[in-house]
């Protein structure tokens, strides 16, 4: 890391880069700090315009991962516990919103109470069932994903198994992020990686 802010509190558990004609910007989500720091092609620090506000988010709620997509910056919330760098689980403690990259609030997406520590993000193929086109978001809470309408922005429900139910890592892991394949060394195109974590 060039930068280098956990005297000061900061605890950054996902970063974004963004490409634009301005130049380059890489934006970490500041779980310590509840915020979203922003740094330049050289590591010095940008106040966007604005500034990541989300006044409809509740005060306990703060960034843990931050993705790339489509243009726009996606913010993954969890649950603050009120200890340095711990989040809580539990099923509906997770918001994602959407915003441009100047820090200006484009959307919360709406959930339906499904999200559980969100943290992972992936856009699903046109060959994935079911779930082709959807928007993906992978839960550490709980090992779950669900899946989001991206034209209207809602949750659409659960990433289901064969048996109908929703898939899980398990009750003793989460997941702290997900990718499709490339079609070669990643695996095909259209199968979903999880990367996990055991408690």
């Known amino acids: 890391m060039t930068v280098d802010n956990a005297e000061a509190g900061a605890s950054y ?22 915020g979203i720091d922003v740094f330049d092609a050289n590591w010095n620090p940008i106040a966007v315009a604005g500034g990541f506000a989300n006044p409809c988010l509740p005060a306990d709620y703060y960034p843990w991962n931050i993705q790339y997509i489509d243009g726009s910056l996606f913010v993954a919330y969890a649950k603050y516990s009120g200890l340095p760098g711990e989040e809580l689980h539990g099923k509906g403690f997770g918001r994602i919103a959407e915003f441009d990259l100047d820090g200006n609030l484009i959307k919360n997406w709406e959930d339906l109470g499904l999200l559980n520590a969100p943290w992972g ?36 429900g659960y ?8 898939v899980s890592v398990g009750g003793i892991c989460g997941i702290w992020g997900i990718v499709f394949g490339n079609g070669a060394s990643l695996g095909e195109h259209n199968h979903l990686c999880a990367r996990s974590w055991s408690r």
Not at 13 to 34: H, I, Q, V
Not at 159 to 166: M, T, V
């Open 159 to 166: 990433l289901l198994g064969h048996n109908g139910k929703p």
């Open 13 to 34: 558990f996902g970063c974004a880069a963004s490409e634009a004609a301005s130049g380059n910007r890489l934006y970490a989500a500041d779980f310590g700090r509840n």
């Open 121 to 156: 993000f992936a856009v699903a193929p046109a060959d994935f069932g079911d779930m082709s086109g959807k928007w993906l978001v992978s839960d550490f809470g709980d090992g779950r994903v669900t899946a989001f309408d991206r034209s209207s922005k809602k949750a659409t």
